[in-house]
Structure formats: C-alpha cells, structure tokens
C-alpha cells in the first residue's frame, strides 16, 4: 500500500519508469500470498468452476 502511496507522488514521467520496475515485484509477491492461502475443499471447487467459466466464455468469443 505504502508503494502506491509514494508512487503516486511521483512526477509522471518518472513514475512510469518506477511502476514498469514495480509491477512485476509486486505481481509475484500477489502470486506468492495466493499460493500460500489454505484451502478449503469448496473454495477449491468455486475457483475450478470460475476458472472453467473464464475460458468457456473467453473461447465463445474467441470464434
């Protein structure tokens, strides 16, 4: 949250080049704290089943 915060303080040009440098830091850090949330066995389920939905209605529109 701080980062933003700081980000956003930046002048434009410059906060560009630091939002290129922190995104990929802070996607994987996002990644890393999914990956170690437990689970339930329905929460597994949901996620399956949104998944499934995301790529049946992605592929709908692919065509």
Known sequence: MVSFINLSLFEYSSSISTLDKFLPN????????VEKTT???????????????????FSETDT
Do not use: A, H, Q
């Open 26 to 33: 802070l996607m994987s850090n996002i990644k890393i704290k």
């Open 39 to 57: 689970r339930t066995k329905s929460d597994r389920e949901t996620i399956l089943f949104l998944k499934n939905l995301t790529n049946l209605i």
